[in-house]
């Protein structure tokens, strides 16, 4: 019998990505995103499907299945009955038929891509369904109550159900114009960050608030008795007004979500030049309160109604680590995962493996995230010959360390002289963070190392926090928990006594957005952090996404470009070292 060979997608929406899963296995998944040079690309991930389709050494002919997480029959009964009741605008309705047709044009799409021409079938799985199944099934649990958190996608906004082994129910949902990621994603805009995934911001500036703001805030959502949540239609437009999505160049662009009254409520929204005030501080704790009202609500009537103790957890909302960092707070459940793409990439995968799980075995468990592209050292060699000149002119010397032991010990040494070093290795990682493959490193203890990295290279606002990668086996010694974060997922408190000594990574609030590193998914990784444990006491790195102000880099060449124009001290490419040697003259 023919190899089950399917190609899961996400495509024209945010995050477009691809993956390919052989026999319930995973081979290979990434997003558009690293390809287009393009953060959040929203259109027909056709360079991540190739990708996907010569990680597997096959071609679209081999394919069986392309799995789409997008079904425009889901929930077609109660979009009609929105429009014939709730009557929206006639540009609203016409944005949401664009999009159904261009939903149905992944035919024409596939049609396109070099290779034999695909014979199998196009699935369309319904968008939360996906989210589910993305949760899920990659979870080490073979049973869970399963919850998917987002914007919207396919007329919802939330879903739940049960995962047995092989079987995904979807329970029940939150359906359009009501949502948290709205909620949350207006509060973002109004707060003056108005470009796509500037949520992460509005998390980071919450800690610094108090909860003055908090009553007027509660006002945007009410929490229902069955667990769901319904916004105040009143301060929002989505649900009649038409700023549906726009791919500009293929990123995302969407128009203010909330109105007027809004304004008229909280005082006039901040304009993105004007400089942050403790008002706008407020604002921002008051939005990630609510936020988590309503998320704990929903877990935790589930939980009641279900029993079970895991919960596998999806979408796009489920990036918010610092509620995530709480759940087993706030809520009874004891165990939590999260996918590495928790968000719309991840619905690829989702909707991959609802069409495989149809096979009665389950597929395995996610425990690392490193499914994007490699590059041979010989590559990497060429690379740096081809780019010999341009690499002497920035005062840079290039040094090959065969010998693994080595290179992390070079390395970790630069590190623990304050270095800032770029780490450029084995396969890119799949999902938004970057996690010991196409990172930067730098040295937690010191406190100036967030103002090194925000003047070198990332520029970001001084008020969001860097992340650590801790050793596993080290976590229970600098945080308040124990346990498997290996997709930088959560927030969770720094030991207190601890927080001194590694300034760079403690929030204001003396949380770290941390991620676990074992040695089995990630050996190289590993024996690094190790190394800067045995040379400083200190079993972690601070670990940011290799990248100024682009996506994550991808291909050495990128990682190459990225050092060169930034004031990195180091670059580690493979088993190259490329050290700056002196400050280049301008
Ligand atoms: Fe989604």
């Not at 996906?130 to 879903?159: I, K, R």
């Not at 500036?205 to 008795?225: F, I, N, P, Q």
């Not at 490699?374 to 010999?388: G, K, R, W």
């Not at 941390?514 to 006491?537: C, K, M, W």
């Amino acid at each position: 019998m023919a190899a089950d060979l399917i190609l899961g997608i996400n495509a024209y929406h945010a995050d477009a990505a691809s993956c390919i899963v052989r026999d319930g296995k995973l081979l290979a998944a990434a997003e558009e995103e690293r390809f287009r040079r393009v953060k959040h690309w929203a259109g027909f991930p056709s360079q991540a499907i190739n990708y996907c389709l010569s990680e597997a050494k096959v071609d679209l002919g081999d394919v069986t299945h392309v799995a789409v997480n997008r079904s425009s029959r889901a929930n077609f009964f109660r979009k009609l009955r929105y429009v014939a009741f709730a009557r929206p605008g006639p540009r609203l309705l016409l944005n949401r038929w664009r999009n159904r047709q261009q939903v149905a044009h992944v035919a024409d799409e596939l049609r396109a891509l070099p290779g034999r021409p695909f014979a199998g079938t196009i699935e369309h799985v319904e968008h939360h369904l996906a989210h589910l199944a993305s949760a899920f099934y990659p979870s080490p649990f073979g049973d869970a109550t399963v919850v998917s958190v987002d914007g919207f996608g396919d007329f919802a906004s939330a879903a739940w159900g049960c995962g047995h082994e092989t079987a995904l129910s979807l329970d029940g949902r939150v359906l359009f114009p009501h949502s948290l990621g709205i909620f949350y994603q207006a509060m973002t805009q109004y707060l003056g960050f108005p470009n796509y995934g500037d949520e992460y911001k509005l998390m980071g500036l919450a800690a610094y608030g108090s909860s003055s703001a908090r009553h007027e805030v509660e006002k945007l959502l009410a929490l229902r008795d069955d667990g769901s949540f319904a916004l105040n239609l009143q301060y929002f437009r989505h649900h009649k007004d038409d700023i549906a999505y726009e791919w500009h160049g293929g990123e995302p662009v969407c128009g203010p979500l909330f109105s007027q009254a809004l304004i008229d409520a909280l005082g006039p929204a901040r304009n993105p030049e004007a400089p942050i005030e403790d008002r706008h501080r407020d604002l921002a704790f008051a939005t990630q309160a609510v936020y988590e009202d309503g998320f704990f609500h929903l877990l935790n009537t589930l939980q009641r109604r279900n029993g079970n103790t895991a919960l596998a957890l999806a979408g796009g909302c489920a990036y918010n680590s610092v509620a995530n960092g709480k759940i087993k707070d706030r809520t009874p459940f004891t165990k939590c995962y999260l996918q590495a793409a928790a968000g719309d990439a991840g619905g690829a995968i989702g909707a991959a493996y609802v069409v495989w799980h149809r096979s009665g075995s389950r597929a395995s468990e996610m425990i690392h995230a490193f499914w994007g592209p490699s590059f041979s050292n010989a590559e990497l060699a060429t690379l740096l010959t081809d780019h010999h000149a341009a690499i002497r002119a920035e005062g840079c010397t290039v040094q090959r360390l065969d010998d693994p032991k080595e290179l992390v010990e070079t390395t970790a040494r630069a590190i623990a002289e304050g270095l800032v070093v770029g780490w450029f290795q084995g396969r890119m990682e799949w999902g938004p963070r970057a996690l010991g493959n196409r990172s930067i490193l730098g040295d937690p203890r010191r406190p100036d190392m967030k103002n090194i990295l925000n003047l070198k290279i990332k520029r970001r606002e001084s008020f969001r926090p860097f992340a650590p990668s801790v050793l596993r086996e080290a976590m229970a010694d600098w945080f308040i928990r124990d346990d498997d974060v290996p997709f930088m997922l959560q927030v969770i408190p720094i030991r207190p006594e601890r927080r001194r000594q590694i300034p760079a990574v403690t929030h204001v609030d003396g949380t770290g957005r941390l991620q676990t590193v074992d040695r089995a998914s990630n050996p190289r990784y590993y024996s690094l952090i190790a190394e800067f444990f045995r040379l400083t006491g200190v079993p972690m790195v601070l670990n940011t996404s290799f990248n100024e102000n682009e996506p994550v880099v991808c291909r050495p060449n990128e990682a190459l470009d990225c050092f060169l124009r930034t004031k990195m001290d180091l670059l580690v490419l493979g088993n190259h070292v490329v050290r700056r040697n002196k400050v280049s003259s301008d």
